[in-house]
């Protein structure tokens, strides 16, 4: 998947929960990953028995999900073919997990769920890049009803063995305050480029020309806060970077315009203007 290889891309998803456990009963039962990693009140979930995808944190005395905030609206697990999305639909019918939508993206085919805390989850498979449409630089996105009869044929022969080891974090969808400010952050201090733009209230951003690996939006209100910290949603979000330049031409442009970010381990930690926390990683740390 050339698209989430050697340039800027989410990889890893750090989620506050209530229960621990009532959470790795879902993820496991319901989509099929796997522990990586558990220690008292926190684990890490992975696809493929070695990469990290989805850090769950158990927050004493947790405060339910907030609404009209800034913060995850979903995180999204691409998986390789629409066969695997379809053994993964199949599943989540025969148990009888709500779903909240199916959809059809033109560049891709999406189910759409949340986990028992009400956090946003996406699981998509892309159509061939060849297929997608772009004009004036924009890629043609839409949202129309998803075949789902024919994603579920696709998978027929499949069985139910867990989510694909191939699986990876495909991209990030957050709440933010101030679309410009969110753009002048991903874009010009981040290095992601604007590939579709949503009625004046949402941006989808990329790097290697992907149809989005962050989308950002003003649906909770212009001037939405900062969800609390206890509060049930996102802790933070894993950035790969492709190489030490990359990240250290990030800081001189973080540090020039008045950003604040902490340096860690050869990590680099910042908040967005919204207040969404990010981690950059430069790539195999």
């Given at each position: 998947?050339?698209?989430?290889?050697?340039?800027i891309?989410?990889?890893?998803?750090?989620?506050?929960?209530?229960?621990?456990?009532?959470?790795?009963?879902?993820?496991?039962?319901?989509?099929?990953?796997?522990?990586?990693?558990?220690?008292?009140?926190?684990?890490?979930?992975?696809?493929d028995?070695?990469?990290p995808?989805?850090?769950?944190?158990?927050?004493?005395?947790?405060e339910?999900?907030m609404?009209?905030?800034?913060?995850?609206?979903?995180?999204a697990?691409?998986?390789?073919?629409?066969?695997?999305?379809?053994?993964?639909l199949?599943?989540?019918l025969?148990t009888?997990?709500?779903?909240?939508?199916?959809?059809?993206?033109?560049?891709?085919?999406?189910?759409?769920l949340?986990?028992?805390?009400?956090?946003g989850?996406?699981?998509?498979?892309?159509?061939?890049?060849?297929?997608?449409?772009?004009?004036?630089?924009?890629?043609m996105?839409?949202?129309?009803p998803?075949?789902?009869?024919?994603?579920?044929?696709?998978g027929?022969?499949?069985?139910?063995?867990?989510i694909?080891?191939?699986t990876?974090?495909?991209?990030?969808?957050?709440?933010?305050?101030?679309?410009?400010?969110?753009?002048?952050?991903?874009?010009?201090?981040?290095?992601f480029?604007?590939?579709?733009?949503?009625?004046?209230?949402?941006?989808?951003?990329?790097?290697?020309?992907?149809?989005?690996?962050?989308g950002?939006?003003?649906?909770?209100?212009?001037g939405?806060?900062?969800?609390s910290?206890?509060?049930i949603?996102?802790?933070?979000f894993?950035?790969?970077?492709p190489?030490?330049?990359?990240?250290?031409?990030?800081?001189?442009?973080?540090?020039k315009?008045?950003?604040?970010?902490m340096?860690?381990?050869?990590?680099?930690?910042?908040?967005?203007?919204?207040g969404?926390?990010l981690?950059?990683?430069?790539?195999?740390?």
């Amino acid at each position: 998947m050339s698209f989430h290889d050697k340039n800027i891309y989410v990889k890893h998803i750090q989620l506050r929960v209530k229960e621990l456990p009532r959470s790795l009963t879902f993820y496991q039962e319901k989509l099929g990953l796997r522990v990586l990693r558990e220690e008292k009140g926190r684990a890490e979930l992975t696809a493929d028995g070695r990469v990290p995808l989805l850090s769950l944190i158990e927050v004493k005395d947790a405060e339910p999900k907030m609404a009209r905030t800034t913060g995850l609206y979903h995180f999204a697990l691409l998986v390789p073919s629409r066969a695997e999305l379809g053994k993964m639909l199949r599943n989540l019918l025969q148990t009888g997990y709500p779903l909240q939508g199916a959809s059809d993206h033109s560049v891709s085919e999406a189910v759409y769920l949340a986990d028992p805390d009400g956090n946003g989850i996406e699981i998509y498979t892309d159509r061939k890049s060849q297929e997608w449409k772009w004009d004036s630089g924009e890629v043609m996105m839409v949202t129309e009803p998803m075949d789902a009869e024919g994603v579920l044929l696709a998978g027929k022969d499949l069985e139910w063995n867990g989510i694909s080891p191939d699986t990876i974090m495909g991209h990030i969808h957050l709440h933010v305050a101030d679309l410009e400010e969110a753009r002048k952050f991903y874009c010009d201090m981040l290095g992601f480029k604007i590939v579709s733009t949503y009625g004046g209230h949402a941006l989808f951003i990329s790097t290697e020309g992907y149809h989005h690996h962050i989308g950002l939006n003003t649906w909770n209100g212009v001037g939405a806060p900062k969800p609390s910290s206890r509060s049930i949603g996102m802790e933070a979000f894993v950035l790969s970077i492709p190489d030490q330049n990359t990240l250290e031409a990030i800081e001189s442009r973080l540090q020039k315009n008045g950003y604040e970010y902490m340096k860690e381990n050869g990590l680099l930690k910042t908040d967005d203007p919204s207040g969404n926390s990010l981690v950059l990683s430069v790539s195999n740390d």
